[in-house]
């Protein structure tokens, strides 16, 4: 009995006791540094409303030491507090330094939250109990203290500030990071180490590193050589992504038998990819894209048997996929699971090699130079999630056995030169498919009616594909997609009805240069529709009101009717561009443009459009173009344009606007293109275009009332192109200083200057409003027509002063406009004799000086012209022989002359008598001269060369670069045929 009350006794001694330790709550001066902690912090949400009571061990992201009571654990990371709620709730403020009285704290994390650009605490170096430390993405900034460097127990560091809205984290040397021993995990990934040259030496004194993460960190150089300490060894994960790293490949790291990511990807790195590479037998992900690596790939990165992400995307390997066959052959082809060697150099086919890669899930291929068929085994990668062969030069058919990858999300096959047929067959399994995209191919659509796809797209480009003149019905079954493009498809039927109940999800929507007719709803169902391109169909009706999030919106080539104020009005206030254009839009523009304060882009143009032009315009403070050409508006332009202008762009031709031009247009400093002409506005030039405008390119004033001298202040444009002052009262001298148009010009100087010139006009179309997304259109009187002239407006120069009063003579120093394309100074009252510089024009296409008082003889130099296909020198006193030879010889027009009694020789009929002469456009080379032939063999062989060469590059343009650049680049080599042909002269 006894022994049973002692061991009942016992028995309730222990549960006292450990009722006691249970009942053991947090200590009391660390619970009071806590609650500080949390005064200096803003919670307005009240997301720290469980830190109440005596024990701090209960309350929300503390734990504590289950034997001694101190908190060791704090994790107030955003996730973990809030569960992935907004992020307005984050918390910010002051950080106590309280928090040092939590002597025992052995795990710390502020991540994910919002700190405000304050600096990291100093005293987080006197928390010397810390294993681990996460302050990423908690918007701290600044320089990172160095105490952290005592944290010699800390085997987690986190300070990646990759997403900071705040300045970034940085340090000016990293010296104190080697203290660290214990440290296995270090992420800095967005912090500043531009400045910390002692990086790589810091990090290589880390003996059991195993995660270094180092993306986006401003590095310039990686050390070629191992580092003094082998820290290869234990290395996992090396990432030194989104840097300036100027390096070949760090041969060190082959040594690794433990890496297994190592991402080096958007770099400078080049060179080509070591043989080494293949003793990297762990690595799983290698991230080598976006760098200058050259090829040909190695063959043994094939014995990386473990390898499951490859990326060699966008770099400048050569190689020819045949020698695929050979690299797939070996262990990895069972291996690899995903593949990107998107934006090389590879050519070939894509043969059977492809049935290799038996794991494979994500092919990239795509802008590369490869050729031929897409293989029918391509139905054999039944793993297969995403493939990309878009901007290649495949041909042939699509193979039906495509639609046995039922695992396939994303088809991207754009850009290609693909035919034949597409049926149902080639869908029939793809049942996972979200994205296609077969833009700019030639395939046609050969669906049933009733055909019901098995899958549900989110994306859908089938642009210039031919889906049959019958709108698809097949859309009707897809109600989930985010963007619909089916431009020029060949669909000529009326839109269906049941088109606008389809997803109310969609951000863009394409179904422009078809003849699709029919009435758009008054109102859009699409809610959150971004871009809308309807132009170029037989839409009639009346104009819809567009939805409130629309940024971009092109009706042009409809036949809409009615006023605008159904889709400018509200609630229209994050309208970004408005492309009407070329309608039949009737009406006035309505106030309620000016309710649209985000509007970037507007563009009316081509319409029938009457009223006054709104007087609010200027006080759009986003409007970076605006075009209402060739509409009936009326009135004046607003004089209340204020600053900041932003508009780059301003038509307002071919109306009936009047008054004078407003001073206010100063304030638009950017402005690239002013077109005011086909108007009645009346006054003088003002000198102020040229001081304020210093960006202008293209100054428009044609057909107008102006009156008085052309203000020299003009030449200070310096990058003007297009200058068309025609059919107005303009009287005086054409000014001498008009020879200083650099725009204007060709250079003339050394090959490099001419490389800079060809550079600069890639870059000018480059800036040519890529930034807004608008491409502007010019009308342009040349060649005696008028002329459209959109894509290739930026390499137009054309200067037009016809139909004015101007007197005097023609300025020698036109001749200096090398570059000029046309010249037009007909119907004034110009006098004495073409400049001999005329033959300074090298680019010349188009000279026009008829209807005027000239006189004496044409100049032979007229010849050296070698481009100049329209030339109209008529009702002039022009006396003597017509000169011969080279492009003269070609405008055999004797309308060209008429009118100049006293010219003589062919084309016209009046034969010259023996005394009339006409001077050699050659220069004189005397026989005994022999320096002149041989110069002339110089330039011959030189021309010949740079013609070569020049001519092999047009392949490789024709081929990588945009139409834009290949014009410019046609340019460089029209230039140079001027230069060697009127050297030769």
Same mark, same amino acid.
Request: aromatic residues 8%; hydrophobic residues 40%; negative net charge.
């Given at each position: 009995?006894?022994?049973?009350?002692?061991?009942?006794?016992?028995?309730?001694?222990?549960?006292?006791?450990?009722?006691?330790?249970?009942?053991?709550?947090?200590?009391?001066?660390?619970?009071?540094?806590?609650?500080?902690?949390?005064?200096?912090?803003?919670?307005?949400?009240?997301?720290?409303?469980?830190?109440?009571?005596?024990?701090?061990?209960?309350?929300?992201?503390?734990?504590?030491?289950?034997?001694?009571?101190?908190?060791?654990?704090?994790?107030?990371?955003?996730?973990?507090?809030?569960?992935?709620?907004?992020?307005?709730?984050?918390?910010?403020?002051?950080?106590?330094?309280?928090?040092?009285?939590?002597?025992?704290?052995?795990?710390?994390?502020?991540?994910?939250?919002?700190?405000?650009?304050?600096?990291?605490?100093?005293?987080?170096?006197?928390?010397?109990?810390?294993?681990?430390?996460?302050?990423?993405?908690?918007?701290?900034?600044?320089?990172?203290?160095?105490?952290?460097?005592?944290?010699?127990?800390?085997?987690?560091?986190?300070?990646?500030?990759?997403?900071?809205?705040?300045?970034?984290?940085?340090?000016?040397?990293?010296?104190?990071?080697?203290?660290?021993?214990?440290?296995?995990?270090?992420?800095?990934?967005?912090?500043?180490?531009?400045?910390?040259?002692?990086?790589?030496?810091?990090?290589?004194?880390?003996?059991?590193?195993?995660?270094?993460?180092?993306?986006?960190?401003?590095?310039?150089?990686?050390?070629?050589?191992?580092?003094?300490?082998?820290?290869?060894?234990?290395?996992?994960?090396?990432?030194?992504?989104?840097?300036?790293?100027?390096?070949?490949?760090?041969?060190?790291?082959?040594?690794?038998?433990?890496?297994?990511?190592?991402?080096?990807?958007?770099?400078?790195?080049?060179?080509?990819?070591?043989?080494?590479?293949?003793?990297?037998?762990?690595?799983?992900?290698?991230?080598?894209?976006?760098?200058?690596?050259?090829?040909?790939?190695?063959?043994?990165?094939?014995?990386?048997?473990?390898?499951?992400?490859?990326?060699?995307?966008?770099?400048?390997?050569?190689?020819?996929?045949?020698?695929?066959?050979?690299?797939?052959?070996?262990?990895?082809?069972?291996?690899?699971?995903?593949?990107?060697?998107?934006?090389?150099?590879?050519?070939?086919?894509?043969?059977?090699?492809?049935?290799?890669?038996?794991?494979?899930?994500?092919?990239?291929?795509?802008?590369?130079?490869?050729?031929?068929?897409?293989?029918?085994?391509?139905?054999?990668?039944?793993?297969?999630?995403?493939?990309?062969?878009?901007?290649?030069?495949?041909?042939?058919?699509?193979?039906?056995?495509?639609?046995?990858?039922?695992?396939?999300?994303?088809?991207?096959?754009?850009?290609?030169?693909?035919?034949?047929?597409?049926?149902?067959?080639?869908?029939?399994?793809?049942?996972?498919?979200?994205?296609?995209?077969?833009?700019?191919?030639?395939?046609?659509?050969?669906?049933?009616?009733?055909?019901?796809?098995?899958?549900?797209?989110?994306?859908?480009?089938?642009?210039?594909?031919?889906?049959?003149?019958?709108?698809?019905?097949?859309?009707?079954?897809?109600?989930?997609?985010?963007?619909?493009?089916?431009?020029?498809?060949?669909?000529?039927?009326?839109?269906?009805?049941?088109?606008?109940?389809?997803?109310?999800?969609?951000?863009?929507?394409?179904?422009?240069?078809?003849?699709?007719?029919?009435?758009?709803?008054?109102?859009?169902?699409?809610?959150?529709?971004?871009?809308?391109?309807?132009?170029?169909?037989?839409?009639?009706?009346?104009?819809?009101?567009?939805?409130?999030?629309?940024?971009?919106?092109?009706?042009?080539?409809?036949?809409?009717?009615?006023?605008?104020?159904?889709?400018?009005?509200?609630?229209?206030?994050?309208?970004?561009?408005?492309?009407?254009?070329?309608?039949?839009?009737?009406?006035?523009?309505?106030?309620?443009?000016?309710?649209?304060?985000?509007?970037?882009?507007?563009?009316?143009?081509?319409?029938?459009?009457?009223?006054?032009?709104?007087?609010?315009?200027?006080?759009?403070?986003?409007?970076?173009?605006?075009?209402?050409?060739?509409?009936?508006?009326?009135?004046?332009?607003?004089?209340?344009?204020?600053?900041?202008?932003?508009?780059?762009?301003?038509? #307002?031709?071919? %109306?009936?606007?009047? $008054? !004078? &031009? @407003?001073?206010? *247009?100063? +304030?638009? /400093?950017? =402005?690239?293109?002013?077109?005011?002409?086909?108007?009645?506005?009346?006054?003088?030039?003002?000198?102020?275009?040229?001081?304020?405008?210093?960006?202008?390119?293209?100054?428009?004033?044609?057909?107008?009332?102006?009156?008085?001298?052309?203000?020299?202040?003009?030449?200070?444009?310096?990058?003007?192109?297009?200058?068309?002052?025609?059919?107005?009262?303009?009287?005086?001298?054409?000014?001498?200083?008009?020879?200083?148009?650099?725009?204007?010009?060709?250079?003339?100087?050394?090959?490099?200057?001419?490389?800079?010139?060809?550079?600069?006009?890639?870059?000018?179309?480059?800036?040519?409003?890529?930034?807004?997304?608008?491409?502007?259109?010019?009308?342009?009187?040349?060649?005696?027509?008028?002329?459209?002239?959109?894509?290739?407006?930026?390499?137009?120069?054309?200067?037009? #002063?016809?139909? %004015?009063?101007?007197? $005097? !003579? &023609? @300025?020698?120093? *036109?001749? +200096?406009? /090398?570059? =000029?394309?046309?010249?037009?100074?007909?119907?004034?009252?110009?006098?004495?004799?073409?400049?001999?510089?005329?033959?300074?024009?090298?680019?010349?296409?188009?000279?026009?000086?008829?209807?005027?008082?000239?006189?004496?003889?044409?100049?032979?130099?007229?010849?050296?012209?070698?481009?100049?296909?329209?030339?109209?020198?008529?009702?002039?006193?022009?006396?003597?022989?017509?000169?011969?030879?080279?492009?003269?010889?070609?405008?055999?027009?004797?309308?060209?002359?008429?009118?100049?009694?006293?010219?003589?020789?062919?084309?016209?009929?009046?034969?010259?008598?023996?005394?009339?002469?006409?001077?050699?456009?050659?220069?004189?080379?005397?026989?005994?001269?022999?320096?002149?032939?041989?110069?002339?063999?110089?330039?011959?062989?030189?021309?010949?060369?740079?013609?070569?060469? #020049?001519?092999?590059?047009?392949?490789?343009?024709?081929?990588?670069?945009?139409?834009?650049?290949?014009?410019?680049?046609?340019?460089?080599?029209?230039?140079?045929?001027?230069?060697?042909?009127?050297?030769?002269?």
């Amino acid at each position: 009995m006894e022994k049973n009350t002692s061991l009942y006794l016992l028995f309730v001694l222990v549960c006292l006791i450990d009722q006691i330790l249970l009942c053991i709550s947090c200590i009391q001066y660390e619970r009071i540094a806590l609650l500080k902690f949390k005064a200096g912090l803003e919670d307005p949400h009240h997301l720290l409303s469980s830190w109440t009571g005596d024990d701090c061990c209960k309350w929300r992201g503390i734990e504590c030491n289950n034997q001694s009571g101190h908190v060791s654990t704090m994790d107030l990371r955003h996730e973990h507090l809030y569960g992935g709620l907004s992020n307005d709730r984050w918390l910010r403020g002051e950080i106590n330094p309280s928090l040092l009285d939590l002597r025992r704290l052995n795990h710390l994390d502020l991540s994910s939250n919002n700190f405000e650009g304050i600096h990291i605490p100093n005293f987080f170096g006197s928390f010397t109990e810390l294993s681990y430390l996460n302050l990423s993405n908690a918007g701290f900034a600044g320089k990172i203290p160095p105490q952290l460097g005592n944290l010699t127990r800390l085997r987690y560091l986190d300070l990646n500030s990759h997403s900071d809205t705040h300045d970034h984290l940085f340090v000016e040397r990293l010296q104190w990071i080697s203290h660290l021993s214990s440290l296995k995990y270090l992420d800095m990934s967005g912090v500043n180490l531009g400045d910390a040259s002692d990086w790589s030496h810091a990090v290589s004194t880390l003996p059991v590193l195993s995660v270094l993460l180092l993306s986006s960190c401003q590095l310039q150089w990686l050390p070629s050589s191992p580092p003094s300490i082998n820290i290869t060894s234990s290395l996992t994960t090396v990432d030194l992504s989104n840097n300036q790293i100027n390096s070949t490949f760090p041969l060190w790291l082959t040594n690794s038998g433990s890496l297994v990511s190592l991402d080096l990807w958007f770099n400078h790195f080049r060179g080509p990819i070591p043989e080494a590479i293949g003793n990297m037998t762990s690595l799983e992900v290698l991230q080598l894209g976006a760098n200058d690596f050259v090829g040909p790939l190695p063959r043994n990165i094939g014995n990386l048997c473990n390898l499951r992400n490859l990326d060699l995307s966008s770099n400048k390997i050569s190689q020819d996929t045949t020698i695929f066959s050979d690299i797939f052959s070996l262990c990895i082809g069972d291996t690899i699971e995903i593949l990107n060697l998107r934006r090389n150099i590879l050519s070939g086919e894509l043969t059977d090699w492809l049935v290799m890669l038996k794991r494979i899930t994500i092919l990239d291929l795509s802008k590369n130079s490869l050729g031929g068929r897409i293989p029918t085994s391509i139905g054999n990668l039944s793993s297969l999630r995403g493939l990309y062969l878009s901007y290649n030069r495949l041909k042939g058919t699509l193979p039906v056995s495509i639609g046995q990858l039922s695992e396939l999300n994303d088809l991207d096959i754009s850009y290609n030169s693909l035919g034949g047929v597409v049926t149902e067959a080639h869908f029939a399994n793809l049942s996972k498919l979200e994205d296609l995209g077969m833009r700019l191919n030639s395939v046609v659509f050969n669906m049933s009616t009733d055909w019901n796809p098995p899958f549900q797209l989110r994306l859908i480009s089938l642009q210039n594909c031919h889906l049959g003149r019958q709108f698809p019905s097949w859309l009707r079954t897809q109600r989930y997609f985010l963007s619909l493009d089916i431009a020029n498809t060949g669909i000529a039927d009326t839109l269906p009805d049941w088109f606008w109940e389809l997803s109310h999800f969609m951000a863009v929507l394409d179904l422009s240069r078809n003849q699709i007719t029919g009435i758009i709803p008054p109102i859009f169902k699409f809610y959150s529709i971004l871009t809308i391109n309807l132009s170029s169909n037989m839409f009639h009706g009346p104009l819809p009101s567009l939805p409130s999030d629309v940024e971009y919106a092109d009706l042009s080539n409809n036949a809409f009717s009615g006023e605008l104020h159904s889709i400018v009005g509200e609630p229209l206030y994050n309208l970004a561009q408005i492309l009407l254009s070329d309608n039949l839009i009737n009406g006035t523009i309505p106030p309620s443009i000016c309710k649209l304060q985000v509007l970037q882009v507007i563009d009316l143009s081509n319409n029938f459009l009457s009223g006054e032009l709104p007087t609010c315009w200027g006080d759009l403070r986003n409007l970076l173009a605006i075009n209402l050409a060739n509409n009936s508006l009326s009135g004046v332009i607003a004089s209340n344009v204020g600053s900041p202008c932003l508009i780059q762009v301003l038509h #307002l031709g071919n %109306n009936n606007l009047s $008054g !004078e &031009i @407003p001073s206010s *247009l100063r +304030n638009c /400093n950017f =402005l690239v293109t002013l077109d005011l002409g086909g108007n009645k506005l009346t006054g003088t030039i003002p000198t102020w275009i040229a001081e304020s405008l210093k960006f202008l390119r293209i100054l428009r004033l044609r057909h107008n009332l102006l009156y008085g001298d052309i203000p020299q202040e003009l030449s200070f444009l310096r990058l003007l192109q297009i200058l068309d002052l025609a059919d107005n009262s303009l009287s005086g001298a054409i000014p001498q200083v008009f020879g200083n148009f650099t725009g204007m010009h060709y250079t003339t100087d050394a090959p490099e200057s001419i490389l800079n010139w060809f550079k600069s006009q890639i870059l000018t179309k480059l800036d040519n409003f890529s930034a807004i997304g608008y491409t502007e259109s010019l009308s342009i009187i040349m060649k005696g027509m008028q002329l459209q002239y959109t894509k290739n407006l930026q390499f137009v120069r054309s200067m037009d #002063l016809s139909m %004015n009063q101007l007197s $005097g !003579e &023609i @300025p020698a120093e *036109l001749g +200096n406009l /090398n570059g =000029l394309k046309s010249l037009n100074l007909s119907r004034n009252h110009l006098t004495g004799q073409i400049p001999s510089s005329i033959g300074g024009f090298y680019s010349l296409e188009s000279l026009d000086l008829s209807e005027n008082s000239l006189e004496g003889e044409i100049p032979s130099s007229l010849s050296a012209i070698s481009f100049l296909s329209h030339l109209n020198l008529s009702y002039n006193n022009f006396s003597g022989r017509i000169p011969s030879g080279y492009q003269l010889q070609t405008l055999n027009d004797p309308l060209i002359y008429i009118g100049n009694d006293d010219l003589c020789g062919p084309p016209l009929q009046q034969q010259c008598r023996v005394n009339d002469t006409v001077h050699d456009v050659r220069p004189s080379c005397d026989d005994a001269e022999d320096g002149c032939e041989s110069d002339e063999t110089q330039w011959l062989y030189f021309g010949s060369a740079v013609g070569y060469v #020049l001519g092999l590059w047009a392949v490789c343009v024709s081929l990588l670069f945009s139409e834009a650049l290949r014009s410019a680049y046609f340019g460089l080599i029209d230039w140079m045929h001027l230069k060697f042909s009127f050297r030769l002269i």
